[in-house]
C-alpha cells in the first residue's frame, strides 16, 4: 500500500465566528495526507517557500508522512489562502488565493512516488493535476477534487483530469457547477459518463452522498457540538476515504466504499473541531475507531421484522 497525493501546501489565513488564526499550515494535500496517515504510507508531492519550516515540516513527519517529494523553492514563497465563515460553516468565503511557487511548478516526482498503488489529486490548477497523473501510470486507484476557481478559470482541463481518474470527490454544488445539471443523481451520472466509476458529492456539515453504477449510499455528518473551523473538512474526508481504500488494495466493492465513507465522515469530523490541522494532527487511531462505532450505530436501521403469514 502506498499513496501519493499532490495539492496546495499552503498558509492559510482563516476567521470564523468562532476565532481565527493569522498564519497556519494548511493546504489540501496537507490535510489529506494527515488524515490518510492513520491508513497507509503517503507522500505529498508539491513545492514550498522558504516561509516554510522545521516546524511545519514536523506535524507531517510526526504522523509519519514521507515529505522527500516536498520541494522548498530558495526564495519562493508558499501558496497562501485567506478566508473567511459566517455562520453557515458550509460555505467558505476566499478572500485571497496566492499561487507562490505552484505557478512555477513542474512536478517532477521521485521513483518511490511515481510507484505509488493509489493516487489522489487533490485541489489545485488542473494542468499540474494531469502532470502527476501522466507520471503515475501504474495507480491501481486515482481520485480527484477540485473546487469552483479552477470549474471558472480552467474547466477544459479539468474535465481532461476527471476523464483520467476513477473516483471523483467534490462538493455537490460543484458537481452541479461542472455538469450543469441542477439534479444530483443526474450530475452525479454525467459525472461518470466521462470516466469515473465512483463519485463523491461532499455536503458540508450534511454529510456526503457516494454514487457508483450499481449504487447509492450516504451519511450524515457526524453530529457535533462544537465546530470552530471547518476549512480542510472536505480534504480530510477525502484523506480518510482514500486512505482507507488503498489499505484495503485499492478494492472498490460496495462494502469498502461504505466503510471508507465512514472513515472519511469521522476524519472530516475531528479536523473541524479545531482551527487548521490542530486536530487532526494529535488524533489516535483509538479515537477514530471509536467515533466510527458511533457513527455506525446511530446510522444503521432494522427493517421490519418479517410477518408470519
Ligand atoms: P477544504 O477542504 O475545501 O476546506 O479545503 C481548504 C484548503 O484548500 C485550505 O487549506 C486551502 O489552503 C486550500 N485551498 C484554498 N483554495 C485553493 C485553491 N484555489 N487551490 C488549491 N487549494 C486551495
Known amino acids: 500500500m502506498s499513496l501519493t497525493v499532490v495539492g496546495s501546501i499552503a498558509f492559510d489565513a482563516v476567521k470564523t465566528p468562532f476565532g481565527e488564526r493569522e498564519r497556519m499550515l494548511g493546504g489540501a ?16 508531492v508539491g513545492p514550498v517557500g522558504e516561509d516554510f519550516g522545521a516546524e511545519q515540516f514536523e506535524v507531517l513527519e510526526r504522523r509519519g508522512i514521507l515529505t522527500d517529494d516536498i520541494e522548498r523553492v530558495d526564495g519562493g514563497k508558499s501558496f497562501f ?11 467558505a468565503h476566499t478572500e485571497d488565493t496566492q499561487l507562490g511557487v505552484f505557478a512555477e511548478f513542474e512536478p517532477k516526482l521521485s521513483e518511490q512516488s511515481r510507484g505509488a498503488d493509489t493516487l489522489f489529486l487533490a485541489n489545485i490548477q488542473p494542468d499540474l493535476q494531469r502532470q502527476v497523473r501522466a507520471q503515475c501510470r501504474q495507480a491501481r486507484l486515482s481520485g480527484l477534487d477540485s473546487m469552483n476557481l479552477w470549474i471558472e478559470t480552467a474547466k477544459e482541463s479539468l474535465l481532461a483530469a476527471i476523464a483520467e481518474i476513477d473516483c471523483l470527490v467534490v462538493n455537490d454544488a460543484e458537481i452541479r457547477q461542472l455538469t450543469g445539471e441542477p439534479n444530483l443523481a443526474r450530475a452525479a451520472r454525467a459525472v461518470m459518463d466521462m470516466g469515473p466509476r465512483a463519485v463523491i458529492a461532499k455536503q458540508g456539515e450534511y454529510g456526503a452522498a457516494l454514487f457508483t453504477e450499481s449504487g447509492f449510499f450516504a451519511l450524515p455528518g457526524f453530529p457535533l457540538e462544537d465546530v470552530r473551523d471547518p476549512t480542510g473538512a ?6 480518510g476515504f482514500v486512505g482507507y481504500i488503498d489499505s484495503q488494495d485499492g478494492d472498490l466493492d460496495e462494502a469498502s466504499l461504505r466503510r471508507a465513507m465512514g472513515y472519511g465522515t469521522v476524519l472530516a469530523s475531528f479536523n473541524v473541531e479545531r482551527f487548521g490541522t490542530e486536530r487532526v494532527a494529535e488524533l489516535t487511531r483509538e479515537e477514530i475507531e471509536e467515533r466510527f462505532a458511533q457513527l455506525h450505530a446511530m446510522t444503521s436501521f432494522e427493517p421490519l421484522p418479517a410477518r408470519a403469514e
Open 234 to 239: 472536505g480534504d480530510s474526508f477525502a484523506g
Open 29 to 44: 494535500a496537507v490535510h489529506f495526507s494527515l488524515a490518510a496517515s492513520f491508513f497507509t504510507e503517503v507522500r505529498p
Open 81 to 91: 489562502w485567506r478566508g473567511r465563515y459566517d455562520y453557515d460553516l458550509n460555505v
